[in-house]
């Protein structure tokens, strides 16, 4: 199988993680990196050492797309770029809501006029999360979601969770829900043999948390949690084919900016199936991005 040849504009760290991305992959090849000239002789991490360093994608030889991870401000005008000269691109851009559809517009009538596919937005937000917001309303059309970033901790909800025979670390975030009531999401890390169902019933048995909605979740480690730099829950919850109390729960933590490269890589392998023209990644099949 030919592997499609990408190109990164930019090598901060979303051009860092797509570049990770690529290489890992089976089926794309990492052409090479666009920087500035005042960059092209600046250090790079070891797996990169061998990858051409150029200061224009022209530079490159033939292309099957260019992933553009620069600064908000310089997107549109290297992908208008990038596109003159037929190439198609993919980026990540993270655009104010009132903003972001005329950029989509402005590319798309580019792209067009270029015969070119572009994605836009295909990061983590823009990107996968919208996703998964809307694939819970298809779920249950008739409700309200609630989306937040790095739930707060607790400190003594979080001791009270340690204490409980069979764990041996915890970590309790907590939230405001939309009507106001508070929710717990209690992360356990246990000990050998221990079993999740007697221990989570002891959490919600604690005079602490007998009053609030609490979620208890294992984990492998309770340190390595503590590490991570995102916190992410959706909830979603209302009315599905005539039943109420539908509820369906999205929790994460993870590095978005790996998370972004990963989609971005993905999004490239999609380009060839789609026709001229900009798409946001909620316009694109999910088979097309595998």
């Known amino acids: 199988m030919k592997r499609r040849r990408l190109a990164i504009v930019g ?26 000239p005042d960059t092209l002789l600046s250090p790079r991490p070891a797996q990169f050492a061998d990858v051409s360093t150029v200061s224009h994608a022209s530079e490159l030889g033939e292309l099957d797309a260019a992933l553009i991870c620069l600064p908000t401000a310089l997107v549109c005008e290297a992908a208008t770029d990038l596109l003159q000269h037929h190439t198609p691109i993919v980026e990540a851009a993270a655009f104010d809501i009132g903003l972001r559809e005329t950029h989509w517009h402005t590319i798309d009538r580019m792209a067009v006029r270029r015969g070119v596919q572009a994605v836009v937005g295909a990061g983590w937000d823009p990107g996968i999360r919208g996703l998964f917001e809307e694939l819970f309303a298809v779920l249950c059309p008739k409700g309200g979601t609630a989306t937040h970033d790095r739930p ?23 939230f405001k829900g939309v009507d106001g009531s508070a929710r717990r999401y209690v992360y356990v890390e246990l000990l050998p043999g ?22 208890v979740l294992p984990v492998d480690s309770v340190a390595t949690l503590e590490e991570e730099g995102h916190g ?59």
Not at 197 to 215: C, G, Q, W, Y
Not at 254 to 265: C, K, L, T
Request: net charge positive.
């Open 11 to 36: 090598f901060g760290r979303l051009g860092q993680a797509c570049g990770s991305a690529i290489l890992e992959s089976d089926d794309l090849a990492l052409a090479g990196i666009v920087r500035r």
């Open 152 to 174: 707060g901790v607790s400190l003594h909800h979080t001791l009270a969770a340690r204490a409980i025979p069979g764990i041996r670390d915890a970590l309790c975030a907590e």
């Open 194 to 215: 221990a079993d999740l169902e007697p221990a989570a019933r002891a959490i919600r048995s604690d005079p602490l948390f007998l009053n609030e909605e609490t979620v």
């Open 232 to 290: 992410l829950v959706i909830e979603r919850w209302g009315r599905a084919s005539g039943k109420d109390h539908q509820r369906f729960l999205l929790e994460g933590r993870f590095d978005h900016v790996a998370i972004a490269g990963q989609v971005m890589a993905a999004a490239a392998r999609a380009l060839p199936l789609l026709r001229a023209g900009a798409y946001p990644l909620n316009r694109i099949p999910l088979a097309a991005l595998r």
